[in-house]
């Protein structure tokens, strides 16, 4: 890593400012240490409703990505001016109208996914990650820091949707975007894009995580004994 | 069978709005350790959805025709509101389930299953009363999931689970197992 990127965080915040940290490191935590679906449990819905084909996960992540990135700067840009007692009723508000913005782009640029993502489009508006970013991150710091959380977390969940379905279309169709991956003599496991399935997939990654977490706690253990 | 207990019966079993379309996982994972808690949120769950139902009707009927853009802004706002009203009557007269509902009260707000509903009686067009019957069949059908999770989840505490399946993962594979159970009701629209 490289020096400290200065922060814009100078101003005077209303609640005690999170400590000035890089903004590499704002951006990484989300992908990582902090990863929305696989480490705050948040999202969890679309995580798995539009997780059956590769290309819906994809197209999910970016919208979600675009309306966080977007919300979050806005409601960092103004918020010295949101009394706090009208603050999740205007950042609701300001996160509806993105999504609005994004409904309408989906279904002007690319029909054939905003027809198979259907409701789940709109549904953004309540996706935890979005305003739980704003109140715990975007409301206390500036713009460029917020943006760059906002991307950190973005791409943290575009990556954990990349995860689930890939692995969920691999399974459960035999091919990845639509190109046969497995060969014609595949049986596919239809199970796996169907709903029990997106439940197994998460919960697997999460006994796999749990399982290491065990393994390096043991291993500590160990150690120091 | 009629209409009605078609609309019904498929949101309450088919197509539940928790197991078979991922509708308000946050509290199904959250506030499922205990039954008593978990039902008294289902019947304060579909409270709202029945409220929301009446309000997006109305919105729809006389406010959103010639604006369709801003139906997302609408929607959001009238849930937001109901909430609060709910809210505060719980606050007032049923202190205890008050503060062990917590957070997750104010959260039904975000709760999908409620946004969910309100977008899908728009793509569905149902009228006033298939909306009512549509809100009765989600909220029973979000009662009975939270319900069942939560028995199993009381007999999961006391058993001997390996360390490495004590966080979620347990919890989402049995979530799995519910879900296909309900998968076994897909049937019931063939006849």
């Not at chain 1, 209303?14 to 704002?26: F, I, K, N």
């Not at chain 1, 027809?115 to 500036?142: D, H, S």
């Not at chain 1, 820091?145 to 035999?174: K, N, P, V």
């Not at chain 2, 506030?31 to 029945?50: E, M, P, Q, Y």
Request: glycine content about 8%; proline content about 5%.
């Amino acid at each position: 890593m490289n020096a400290p990127i200065p922060t814009a965080a100078t101003d005077e915040p209303r609640v005690p400012a999170t400590p000035p940290s890089p903004l590499w490191l704002d951006f990484w935590s989300g992908i990582s240490a902090n990863n929305p679906v696989f480490v705050q449990m948040l999202g969890l819905c679309p995580a798995m409703a539009v997780s059956n084909s590769l290309a819906n996960g994809l197209a999910m992540g970016l919208a979600t990505t675009f309306v966080l990135m977007c919300s979050s700067f806005l409601i960092s840009a103004v918020r010295n001016y949101i009394a706090s007692e009208v603050r999740l009723t205007s950042y609701i508000l300001i996160i509806a109208t993105f999504v609005t913005v994004a409904d309408m782009v989906l279904a002007a640029g690319f029909p054939e996914i905003s027809k198979a993502l259907g409701p789940f489009i709109p549904l953004i508006v309540v996706n935890c990650i979005i305003l739980g970013r704003a109140e715990a991150f975007a409301g206390k710091v500036g713009p460029t820091r917020a943006l760059a959380d906002a991307l950190g977390m973005g791409a943290g969940f575009t990556f954990a949707l990349i995860l689930i379905s890939g692995f969920r279309e691999l399974l459960g169709s035999g091919s990845l975007l639509g190109f046969n991956v497995l060969g014609p003599r595949y049986e596919p496991w239809v199970f796996m894009v169907m709903p029990p399935g997106g439940f197994l997939t998460l919960g697997l990654i999460f006994l796999v995580m749990g399982w290491r977490m065990e393994h390096a706690a043991g291993r500590g253990k160990g150690a120091a004994s | 069978m009629s209409d009605l207990a078609w609309i019904f019966f498929s949101t309450l079993l088919v197509n539940n709005f928790t197991l078979a379309m991922f509708l308000g996982l946050c509290s199904f994972f959250g506030v499922t350790s205990k039954i008593d808690t978990a039902w008294r949120l289902g019947a304060a769950n579909t409270f709202v959805l029945v409220i929301t139902a009446v309000s997006v009707w109305l919105l729809n009927t006389f406010l959103l025709a010639r604006t369709p853009f801003l139906r997302t802004i609408a929607f959001i706002v009238v849930i937001a509101s109901t909430v609060q009203i709910v809210e505060m009557i719980i606050k007032k007269y049923l202190p205890v389930l008050f503060r062990e509902l917590g957070i997750y009260l104010p959260l039904i707000t975000t709760n999908c299953a409620i946004l969910g509903l309100a977008l899908f009686q728009t793509t569905r067009s149902y009228n006033l009363i298939e909306g009512i019957v549509f809100a009765f069949g989600a909220g029973l059908g979000l009662t009975l999931a939270l319900t069942l999770m939560a028995s199993i989840r009381e007999r999961i505490d006391v058993a001997d689970v390996p360390a490495m399946a004590r966080r979620m993962g347990l919890v989402l594979v049995v979530a799995s197992c519910l879900s296909m159970a309900f998968m076994g009701f897909a049937g019931l629209g063939s006849q």
